[in-house]
């Protein structure tokens, strides 16, 4: 870990960098800002390429091409970045519907809970038992209160922890990858390449 | 290059050419093998890489989704696993590298940009760039360079040990076609050799060895077979050549022969060349005698030169007519009989040239003596139908034939010689005769070229018979010389001569037109004036005397002294009417000019007889 000291140094100004190239970016908002803007732009591309290392149940799809919902619950932090950054993509085939709402659905397959519901975390993560819903939140101790990936901001560096164990439990299979890049996984796994 | 491995050995041409030839195989093999080697090295790294790429693109894709450089980087990390690979890179869609991965000691850099997809093979190396696909969306660019480097090893490797198998081979195969090589070129030798030999000791007797039945035995056979012919021909031509050297040897000798023949010919018509233009010389000579004994003379002198060797005789018939007398002789044996009688000689008689060459022989002319020697010549001097005379020559051997068929050539180019002599002395003879003869018969004097005496006396009988006719007067000057014998004892005939050719010329110019000077005989001259008185006549025979005393003659250029004449004039009527009165009275009157002293002119006394002859006509 202290040998990967430096590494960690250069990471957050990639990942800005990829943020400010994959969210399209939105006016006023130059790069190296350390504006929410930006930061939620990264967020919103973060759960699209969640989607990507995630493989749902097909009993979660009507349909080959039916539409991923991706679901907003409580205060939506994004604004229309979110729209912005899905609008025409697909995972998988599958268009990509957002929606928003303030009671969860089971309906939905990508669930960012924002943290105005940080209170009624455990009791919404105790609704979508055996839904195969993967949670994304922003709150410290998300994955704590039984969510599966929790984002991490320091100003303009995104990170992310992953429960693997959580998404199992959900039916969901996360790709390894994803795993790998995963911050808490990183510590856990130590000096695994 | 080429010409010297042409000139040598086929020992050392088959070594050669067995060792290029394993040589060669083993490089094109080798060369076959290296190529394949190395393709098959480039495709394998190839596909090597293009999976190593795959597997690393798979395995960036999160890192690139998420822009996690230190995944990405660990995932290259592995490519070090690789010692052929030396470079690797992780581009985002933007060009960008994410993560490199470099080998230890590698000095390639990193390319800014990761270039269009697909594989390259530079001497940098292979290169193989692929795109990062995720859920069909392309997110990047792996970049993978394998250095070449093994290759490089694999084939110096490859190539020493070829090179060493290809050396082994050829010292190998050097040995053994050494060993193996005599087999095929023994024979080669062996009839090269022998070939040599009979080249150079030209002995086409030699045969090579035969060996087996391959193509160099089927050779061998063969040149033993050209041998064969060869030392046939040798001997035919050889005997060919001998027959011919003898044939050459004998046209030789005959060409020698002929040659010689044809000097002998040649010497001979020099001969008779020279005596023909002896001959026509002799011709001339003869023509240009003025009397007889100048024909001997001439004749005694060239004949020793026409006849070498030979003796002879110039014989005349004497004005009598019965006997013949010889006039000149040359030689060492001339006839001997200088008189004889014209019936003893048979050429003589017959009028033909008479050859005898036998001493015995009946018709040898009575007039030789066995002095003169077999061989005896007479040919007849015929001129105008007149026998003058006959040529005797006692031929003596041959001079000039040194053979038999020379000898009878030879005699006969002597009698046509002789026959041709004998016919110019003859001409010459009969026109000495014809001159003499014209001579008697000319009206010209031929000293002083004026009237001879004869010409006057037919001349002076005309006038007077004219004169008497025309009752006209003629006068005659008799003109002698005084002391003409002293002229001829002081300066001999010639200047007597001269003299008297000084004063015709003095005459002539004196007395012209009608007036006829003449020589009446020695010193004496004879000059008619037609139609001149006697007084006249003495005038002009004063005039005539006293030029005369002025004439100064020459003989010799030397002056003769002084000349003078004494003239007696006679004229007619007076002194006569017939020519032999007139001459008679001047010769006296003559007479009378001498005894007064000479130098002087005197008239003939008047015969009163022949004044009353003249007068009776009827002159009163």
């Avoid at chain 1, 960098?17 to 990264?42: I, K, Q, S």
């Avoid at chain 2, 990047?140 to 250095?147: N, P």
Wanted: net charge neutral; aromatic share 6%.
């Amino acid at each position: 870990m202290t040998a990967r000291g430096p590494q960690w140094r250069v990471l957050p100004v990639a990942l800005v960098l990829w943020g400010t190239v994959l969210g399209a970016a939105g006016p006023g908002t130059g790069p190296g800002e350390g504006t929410r803007a930006d930061e939620y732009r990264v967020k919103a591309a973060f759960l699209f390429n969640f989607a990507k290392f995630i493989e749902w149940p097909s009993s979660s799809f009507s349909g080959t091409t039916t539409p991923l919902q991706v679901c907003v619950l409580g205060v939506d932090p994004f604004g229309s970045t979110l729209d912005d950054t899905l609008r025409g993509r697909a995972v998988a085939g599958r268009p990509i519907q957002v929606r928003r709402m303030t009671e969860p659905d089971r309906s939905c397959h990508l669930l960012f809970i924002s943290t105005s519901e940080r209170k009624r975390l455990p009791l919404i993560t105790e609704q979508l038992r055996g839904a195969s819903i993967l949670t994304v939140g922003e709150d410290d101790g998300f994955i704590a209160a039984g969510g599966m990936i929790e984002l991490i901001s320091d100003g303009d560096n995104v990170q992310f922890n992953v429960s693997p164990l959580a998404a199992e439990r959900a039916g969901l299979h996360v790709s390894a990858r994803l795993v790998s890049l995963a911050a808490n996984q990183r510590h856990a796994s130590g000096g695994r390449r | 290059m080429t010409r010297w491995f042409e000139d040598a050995s086929i020992r050392w041409k088959l070594t050669v050419l067995m060792a290029a030839t394993t040589a060669m195989v083993l490089t094109l093999a080798a060369l076959a093998m290296g190529t394949y080697e190395v393709v098959t090295f480039k495709r394998a790294l190839e596909q090597k890489l293009t999976v190593v790429a795959e597997i690393v693109g798979r395995n960036s894709t999160a890192a690139l989704a998420f822009g996690d450089a230190s995944v990405a980087r660990d995932v290259l990390a592995a490519l070090g696993a690789e010692p052929s690979i030396e470079l690797g890179a992780v581009y985002d869609n933007d060009g960008k590298p994410l993560a490199s991965f470099v080998a230890a000691g590698a000095e390639a850099v990193i390319p800014r940009t990761p270039g269009e997809p697909g594989n390259r093979t530079s001497a940098a190396g292979m290169t193989v760039i692929r795109p990062i696909v995720l859920d069909g969306e392309r997110v990047g660019t792996v970049f993978v360079q394998a250095t070449l480097g093994e290759l490089r090893a694999r084939m110096l490797l490859f190539g020493g040990l070829t090179l060493l198998v290809v050396f082994t081979c050829a010292v190998v195969g050097l040995v053994l076609s050494a060993g193996l090589q005599g087999r095929i070129s023994q024979p080669i030798l062996d009839l090269a050799n022998t070939a040599r030999l009979v080249t150079s000791d030209r002995n086409f007797s030699l045969r090579a060895t035969p060996g087996g039945r391959d193509e160099v035995g089927v050779l061998v056979q063969d040149f033993n077979r050209m041998l064969t012919e060869i030392e046939r021909q040798d001997h035919q031509l050889r005997q060919q050549q001998e027959s011919l050297t003898e044939e050459v040897a004998s046209r030789t000798a005959e060409l020698v022969s002929a040659n010689e023949r044809l000097t002998v010919s040649v010497k001979r018509v020099e001969h008779y060349a020279e005596q023909i233009a002896q001959l026509t010389a002799l011709g001339q000579l003869l023509q240009s005698c003025v009397s007889p004994d100048e024909v001997f003379g001439v004749i005694q002198d060239a004949m020793p030169g026409l006849f070498p060797g030979d003796s002879g005789s110039v014989t005349i018939l004497k004005a009598s007519g019965n006997l013949m007398e010889t006039m000149a002789a040359w030689g060492t044996n001339p006839p001997h009989q200088r008189v004889f009688a014209p019936d003893e000689c048979w050429a003589f008689r017959r009028g033909r040239p008479h050859l005898v060459t036998d001493a015995s022989s009946p018709l040898r002319c009575a007039h030789l003596t066995p002095e003169d020697g077999p061989t005896t010549f007479c040919v007849p001097m015929m001129a105008q139908g007149d026998n003058v005379g006959i040529l005797q020559f006692n031929f003596g051997s041959a001079v000039h034939g040194e053979q038999a068929d020379a000898t009878a050539s030879e005699q006969s180019t002597r009698t046509r010689i002789a026959s041709a002599l004998a016919e110019h002395t003859a001409l010459a003879l009969a026109n000495l005769r014809l001159r003499e003869a014209l001579r008697s018969q000319s009206i010209v004097d031929s000293l002083t070229g004026l009237f001879n005496r004869r010409y006057l006396e037919n001349m002076l009988e005309r006038e007077c018979r004219r004169a008497v006719r025309s009752k006209r007067p003629l006068s005659v000057l008799m003109i002698d010389v005084d002391h003409f014998k002293q002229f001829n004892d002081t300066w001999g005939h010639d200047g007597g001569d001269a003299v008297l050719r000084e004063l015709s010329t003095l005459l002539r110019a004196h007395f012209r037109g009608d007036d006829i000077a003449c020589r009446y005989g020695g010193e004496e001259f004879v000059v008619v004036l037609t139609e001149a008185s006697i007084e006249n006549a003495f005038a002009r025979a004063e005039d005539l005397r006293k030029e005369v005393h002025r004439l100064v003659a020459e003989h010799r250029r030397q002056p003769l002294g002084s000349v003078t004449v004494s003239v007696g004039v006679a004229c007619l009527p007076e002194h006569g009417v017939s020519p032999e009165d007139l001459i008679a009275a001047a010769d006296r009157a003559l007479y009378r000019a001498k005894d007064a002293g000479r130098n002087r002119t005197e008239t003939a006394s008047v015969s009163a007889h022949a004044l009353a002859r003249f007068s009776d006509p009827g002159l009163a």
